[in-house]
């Protein structure tokens, strides 16, 4: 990447900037990665209290059929997805996966039933990618905007409730994916009730022209905090998620990486709209039969981190490789060094003892259950 210059900027730049946001390149935006107070303080702080993000960076699309019927948008979208989107009510969303013929993941997403039309919230690297993606896939029966005239914020924590209700009272009768339109210090605002931390939380949409007023009322609240990309790294490891690019990709299927739960029983075999995307003779013939590997967590002993890229043995030699680690660093809430990675079926079982290659070493590793936090969503 090359200078500041040649980044975008998201509409809350100025304010990362004005509240002391350390800024660094991510997905071709200038992002703060941490503030003053620090990845492990903002970390600790969302848990026990709330922190707000900026996640203006990701891809906010709206999906309407050319017809008028939102039943016609939601075909078209299961196409694409091997997710249940005609059967999605209106005012929830549902985490959903764009797969290829492959059976890998292109991106992971967030589809919400808006009535009239689908919001659909894509990773900040794969927008364009995505975007011209649905254009070409199902621009003939919808149509499709990408919204570059709003910002996102996510506001995570035990708090982000109480903290919410203060400018818009009904949020406490939202439940965890939940989606809703309401006035934020007069701006018309989408608000779903998810995130990425294992927290309960928001997601917000703004209009751009007013997210630095709404954020700057939301920070003025003494139990929030400015959260960067440092802390929403470690946050959202500790509650077993994957980061696409890392813990997911194209040449990962949505059952290898453990997300069969996405995938609801009517688009299964013998399901009533079984198949009809992508990927699907490997992705059903997994569900059925398994995969030859599987995303597991990991625990490390002592407090080394063991980082993205460490290969996995079954013997402290190394001489038998299992599986490579996808995502590692320290977590904060339960003091001590947190991974996920991918090995192979003979090694996915709780309690199996590996070793992980850090710098010449093999280190000794448990495969455990995810989450490492438990989520606290509102349900």
Partial sequence: MGGS????????????VSLGGRMVPFAGYDMPVQYPAGVMKEHLHTRAAAGLFDVSHMGQVTVRARSGDNTDAARALETLVPVDIVGLAEGRQRYALFTNDEGGIRDDLMIANRGDHFYVVVNAACKDADFAYMQEKIGDICELTLHDDRALVALQGPHAEAVLAELW???SAMRFMDVRACDLHDAHCIVSRSGYTGEDGFEISIPADLAETVCRRLLDHPDVLPIGLGARDSLRLEAGLCLYGNDIDTV????????????????????????????????????????????????????????????????????DIVGT??????????????????VAGKATAPGTHLYAGVRGKFLPVTVVAMPFVKNTFKR
């Fill in 252 to 319: 990962t299927t949505p059952v290898e990486a453990g997300l069969e739960w996405a995938i609801q029983k009517v688009r299964r075999t013998g399901g009533e709209r079984a198949g009809g995307f992508p990927g699907a003779g490997v992705i059903l013939d997994q569900l059925e039969n398994g995969a030859a590997r599987r995303r597991v967590g990991l625990r490390a002993e002592g407090r080394a981190p063991v980082r993205a890229g460490a290969v996995l043995a079954t013997d402290p030699e190394g001489q």
């Fill in 325 to 342: 680690v996808t995502s590692g660093g320290f977590g904060p809430t339960i003091d001590g060094p947190v991974a996920m990675g991918y």
């Fill in 5 to 16: 210059s040649e980044l975008k900027k998201t509409p809350l730049h100025a304010l990362n």
């Fill in 169 to 171: 009272g009904d949020v």
